[in-house]
């Protein structure tokens, strides 16, 4: 089991990425899928999760600047990002949960990407 995130990196205030998570070694159809971010000395947070239908969810920071979406032809989920502010800079994780509906917590999430690095500064 393999996921790959790319697409990280150092972004000016107001400026986007897209984040991609390559999946492989399990069936991704059938799992729902989310991603995490980690900013240094804090927890693991909840940003964004979309089901195994394409029902999707974002914490409420993100919400209408994130937007999450998935291809299941490709085995690969997405994070795009609009309008990044300094506070969402932190290590972003792809991860994996069995299950048809989303899970907000890391404890449902069965596989876990290495994560990439997001640094939003001027």
């Known amino acids: 089991v393999q996921l790959v995130e790319s697409g990280g990196g150092l972004v000016q205030p107001g400026g986007s990425l897209r984040l991609s998570c390559a999946a492989s070694?399990?069936?991704?159809?059938?799992?729902?899928m989310g991603w995490f971010r980690q900013a240094p000395g804090k927890e693991r947070e909840f940003v964004a999760a979309?089901?195994?239908?394409?029902?999707?969810t974002t914490t409420d920071s993100v919400k209408g600047r994130f937007t999450i979406s998935r291809d299941n032809a490709k085995n690969t989920v997405s994070l795009q990002m609009n309008s990044l502010k300094p506070e969402d800079t932190a290590v972003y994780y792809c991860?994996?949960?069995?299950?048809?509906?989303?899970?907000?917590?890391?404890?449902?999430?069965?596989?876990w990407g290495q994560g990439t690095q997001v640094t939003v500064s001027s």
């Open positions: 991860a994996a949960a069995r299950r048809e509906g989303y899970s907000y917590s890391v404890s449902g999430y069965r596989y």
């Open positions: 070694g399990f069936t991704f159809s059938i799992y729902a």
């Open positions: 979309i089901s195994r239908s394409g029902d999707s």
